[in-house]
């Protein structure tokens, strides 16, 4: 391996790229270029097209985003839609234009149709209409994919996109209504257990099946997909089969998910699901053979992985 190469995380400050970073220096990997929004806003063109002309750069990944759970991409969608398809084409670009070879786009399983049949596999992109309460964010996500595909097809590029499932761990944010289930679930188990409060609401009717997995198990995936030297099935330069998928393979419901994060918080008192918020898509779980194929899967497991990310909150509230 060559662990002199120059390589640019994007969004390194981020859940999911502080993670990959770990992982690289893990993997005693020497030359990291990051930047701070201060020091380069990715939604400015002539920043970005400043910074990589600067930087002789041989790998990206690409994982910086707007994200959020469907309460912010319900309320915001112009500024998921707008600043997602801004940095993503900047930055995807600006490494084609200097002459970077190789390149990780990190999507979300959102791009797939709210009713896709279920594990969904990679080819069912763009089969259906997507889920209304993401769908701005999830039409960026699709935009970077094909991004990626098209510059390969017409450069000759090497540049990858996988498409993790829900993702959660230290990092995250623990806002306890415009972050994602699980960290918005800790904090508001939390702050119930601290009050002694009677019952904690949860959104939906709890039914809806959903996949989790640990930002940790994401970045292990995401460097080992840039290590393969050829992806061994050869299609990211075809449509529908242009990305990969991440996960563990196995769901569980919003109430069994509840149930997990009560218990490992200690909150001793009643659940309940508030019918009047939306359920989202009533299930999403990927088909992850394709990364078995290339010789990956999860290591941590749900509860382990909550018992985790509580711990991470808990040292973050000190601070």
């Known amino acids: 391996m060559q662990k002199n190469k120059v390589i640019f995380v994007a969004g390194h400050r981020g859940m ?22 201060t ?44 600043q997602n398809l801004m940095v993503e084409a900047n930055v995807i670009h600006q490494s084609w234009k200097t002459g970077v070879q190789k390149l990780l786009f990190l999507g979300s399983s959102c791009i797939y149709p709210r009713l896709a049949e279920q594990p969904i596999k990679e080819k069912y992109l763009l089969t259906g209409r997507l889920e209304p309460t993401n769908e701005a964010y999830a039409i960026a996500k699709i935009a970077g ?20 499932t829900n993702l959660y761990g230290p990092g995250d944010h623990y806002h306890p209504t415009n972050s994602h289930v699980i960290p918005g679930l800790i904090r508001r188990f939390h702050e119930a257990k601290v009050v002694d409060a009677r019952h904690v609401s949860v959104w939906g009717s709890g039914t809806p099946r959903r996949e989790f997995l640990h930002v940790e198990d994401v970045a292990d995936a ?70 078995g194929e290339m010789g990956w899967k999860a290591n941590i497991d749900l509860i382990k992985g909550i018992k985790l990310a509580y711990e991470a909150f808990l040292v973050a509230e000190k601070k």
């Open 16 to 37: 999911v790229g502080a993670a990959i970073l770990r992982e690289l220096k893990k993997r005693d990997y020497k030359n990291i270029i990051t930047r701070t929004h």
């Open 39 to 82: 020091e380069l806003d990715l939604e400015d063109q002539g920043q970005v097209k400043a910074f990589f002309e600067s930087q002789r750069i041989d790998e990206v990944y690409m994982a910086a985003a707007k994200v959020g759970g469907i309460h912010a991409n319900h309320t915001y969608p112009a500024e998921f839609i707008y």
């Open 145 to 164: 994919i094909k991004l990626c595909e098209s510059y390969n097809r017409q450069y000759g590029t090497d540049y990858r996109s996988v498409m993790p």
């Open 222 to 291: 995401c460097v080992h997909v840039m290590e393969l030297d050829r992806i061994n099935y050869d299609a990211h330069t075809l449509p529908m089969g242009s990305h990969i998928n991440i996960g563990t393979g196995e769901d569980v419901t919003i109430r069994e998910l509840a149930e997990i994060i009560m218990n490992v918080v200690g909150f001793k008192g009643e659940l309940m699901f508030d019918l009047s918020k939306p359920d989202g898509p009533p299930q999403k779980l990927l088909d992850v053979s394709l990364m």
